[in-house]
């Protein structure tokens, strides 16, 4: 796993930092520090979940090799312009896989990424409103990076790069 050094290298506008060899889910943990105030630009992230979920509280299996992590915001935005954070995190992931490892993902709208046929990354958002507008929202990544082989019913569906 990346030490905090290394994490604030490839993440330079983070504000505060949670690091884990483990957690249940990023989003989680996440959603509990933005609600007691962490600052906007917080990110959690872990070498491994053992709770991580996805879209419609489906699981996400989040083995050793993968990236996951949780960036904490505060957009002033309503709650219809916030839906546009699960696109904007699959446009950017694509766009750093790519810049970094000259790997082209696609995107199956809206929230999962998939190279040579298989899913590779879930991108989950979620939030706390007050009325109309959001007083925190997070937006989690699951990016199947050095992961090891997926056996049985998702060895045809999942992947890793």
Known sequence: MLNDKEIREYFPAVSWLLSAEE???TNTVGKEL?????????LVIAERQTGGRGRLGRDFQSPPGGIYLTLVMRP????????MLT????????????????IHLGIKWVNDLYHNGKKICGIL???AAAGEKLKYAVVGVGLNYQS???????ADKAGSL
């Open 125 to 127: 958002a979620e939030g």
């Open 23 to 25: 957690l249940p889910s």
């Open 34 to 42: 933005a609600s007691k105030g962490v600052p906007e630009g917080s």
């Open 76 to 83: 002033k935005g309503t709650l219809e312009q916030c839906t």
């Open 87 to 102: 696109m904007a995190a699959a446009v950017g992931v694509c766009r750093a896989v790519e810049k970094h490892l000259g």
């Open 148 to 154: 090891p082989e997926f056996t049985g019913e998702l």
